[in-house]
């Protein structure tokens, strides 16, 4: 089988089911698109289909900022590991009251998080029935995940042209 894929594409077929699941650097997570002539940049837009996931799951991912996602009801869908968020002390199923001393609401947050470079964001949190309160160490703005191909590659993720009859 190691063969054939080699035909398709050279790599080290025979190593490369071991070797994603051992490694743990973003630089192996990246090597598929990196392959496929893509790399991957962060800017302060979200693409169409990155705030339709957001409005389909009723919650605002900022994991590439904050490391959190956050449903309308302030609850903490996930938290990136060893992201601000994380640092921060906050878990998932933490549910967020205060944004910076104001009531929760998603745009609040959102808008803290993109102003944060200038202020610090402070977050009032609900667990277990009790209220706790963190500063989250921030100082960028809203990020979001594209991927770019590079000049002059092959573009792999679009179809391949139709066979011809």
């Not at 959190?68 to 302030?74: K, T, Y």
């Not at 703005?141 to 594209?146: A, D």
Request: with cysteine; charged share 20%; proline share 8%.
């Amino acid at each position: 089988m190691c063969s054939a894929l080699d035909i398709v594409a050279k790599d080290d077929w025979p190593v490369l089911p071991r070797r994603h699941p051992e490694l743990h650097s973003n630089g192996d997570a990246m090597a598929g698109p990196a392959r496929a002539g893509c790399r991957l940049y962060h800017d302060d837009q979200p693409t169409e289909s990155f705030r339709q996931d957001e409005v389909e799951s009723e919650a605002s991912d900022l994991d590439n900022s904050i490391g959190l996602q956050v449903h309308v009801d302030g609850a903490a869908r996930s938290v990136v590991w060893d992201g601000p968020g994380f640092i921060g002390v906050l878990a998932p199923c933490d549910r967020i009251t205060a944004v910076n001393g104001q009531p929760f609401v998603l745009t609040t947050l959102e808008q803290a998080v993109k102003t944060a470079n200038s202020s610090a964001l402070s977050l009032t949190f609900e667990v277990n029935s009790t209220l706790q309160t963190t500063m989250v160490d921030y100082s960028q703005s809203l990020r979001f995940p594209h991927l770019e191909r590079f000049p002059g590659t092959v573009d792999r993720r679009s179809p391949p042209p139709a066979p011809r009859n």
